[in-house]
Structure formats: structure tokens, C-alpha cells
């Protein structure tokens, strides 16, 4: 039967599970998170490659292989902890096989971390090259790459808070930190700042505010971490503002 075709009970249900694979998608990078030392390091040395790409005002081809060989790194210590994880219920009592797989699982990161390496430093330095004076001049012109960036390590910010502070959660659902305040005042922050129009500043603060209060309505998150999602999101995106348009 065509999807537009089902009855309301069915399309509920299977709305109900999309959302739900992603709910526990989010819960094993969480996971991974607060248990895996090398999973934070990987996610904050993502944040700063990122960072860098609007740093450097590197071209948008250069952005794409960096994001892609983050992902790769950070998807291949997500395999790493599900291995890790499964040798550890399938096995009680010490055995030379689960180490063997524990070894070739944090081996296949090593490798993916140090080509990682290798493609960022050739993409930096081609991309400084390239960039020639542009760089070197600093233009002040906001990067085109600006608003990915932002919400990008303003997720990945949230992801590191909610792992480690008291009450973790999911980037979709409850936690120290709300995500969905994090992100609209992040946005808002970057509409305020790159349009000069006050009128237009203040109706995307107030459509972040309405997002953050339909978090509190809803029961998923308190004032304090709607709160400090909207001042990690607003933080995040005045000091890449401010660090990257006037340095």
C-alpha cells in the first residue's frame, strides 16, 4: 500500500519508529561518549578541524573532505564500542579471541584516525595555498560555511554536555543541556549578527524563545537547561563570530 495511503493508526506508528531509531541512535553516541575517552577526543578534535576550515577560509571542497573524514573517524569508534560491547556479553571469563577482536577493532580506528590526519593535512595545506592573500589578508566577509560550522559544533558541544554532566540524555530528547535551545539561539545569534536589522534580530531570538519554552511545556527539559542550552548556542556562535569575521 502507498505510504500516503495508510490509515492514521499505521502512520502513527511508523512515525512513532522513525523517530525512535533515531532516539536510540543518539543514545549509543551518548554512550560512547561518556564511556569511551577517545570518542570525546575525537568529537572535540572535530569540532576544532571544523573550526579551522572557517579559521583558514578554506573553499567548500576542502570543508567537504574534512567533514567526511570526521564522520569517518567518529562512525568507526562508534563500531569500536558496539564490538567492544558485544565481546564483553558474549564473554565472561578472560579469552585470547575477544582480545584479538578488541585489538582489531582499535587497530581499524588507528588507521582511519592517521589517514584522517594525513587528508586534513593535505587538505589545510592545499587549501591555505590556494587561498593564497584571501588568507593571509583576513577578509572580513562572513565565510559562506558559516552557518554549518556553528550548528555543527554547537551539536557536538551539546552531545559533550549531555554525556558528561549529571542528567544525560539524547540531542532529541531531555538532558542537562537542551539541544533544541542550544541550536535555536545559535541560530538566531547568527541571524542578529549578520543581518543588520533590528526588527528581524528580535523576531529570531523570540522564535528561539518559543522553542525553548515548548521544551519546558512539554516536560522534557527544566528553565536551567533550557537555559544553558541557550547560552552554549549563543557562546558558541559569538566566539566563532567574533574569532573568525574579526580577528
Known sequence: M????????????????????FHYAFQGVLYAT????????????????????????????????IVVVVVLVIAMELVNTAIEAI?????????????????????AVLFVSLGALIVGYLAFYEGVTAAGAQVSAAVAAVPR???F????ITGILTILAKALLDR??????????????????AGATLIAISVPNLLLGLVAYFLAFLVSQSRIEGGIHT??????????GTAVCLGIFLLVVHR
Open 223 to 232: 528553565f536551567r537547561e533550557v537555559a544553558l542550552g541557550g547560552i552554549l
Open 87 to 107: 565481546v564483553d556479553l558474549m564473554t565472561i571469563a578472560h579469552h585470547p579471541l575477544a582480545k584479538v577482536a578488541k585489538d582489531a577493532a582499535a587497530g
Open 149 to 152: 560550522v556553528v550548528l555543527v
Open 145 to 147: 560555511n558559516l552557518v
Open 34 to 65: 561518556r564511556s569511551q575517552p577517545n570518542m570525546r577526543v575525537h568529537l572535540i578534535a572535530g569540532a576544532i578541524a571544523l573550526f579551522a576550515t572557517l579559521y583558514l577560509r578554506l573553499e567548500r571542497v576542502y570543508v567537504a573532505v
Open 2 to 21: 502507498h505510504p500516503a495511503r495508510l490509515p492514521p493508526s499505521v502512520k502513527r506508528v511508523t512515525d512513532s519508529r522513525f523517530w525512535a531509531s
Open 168 to 185: 544525560p540524555g539524547s540531542p532529541l530528547q531531555g538532558g542537562a543541556v537542551s539541544g533544541h535551545a542550544a541550536l535555536a539561539f
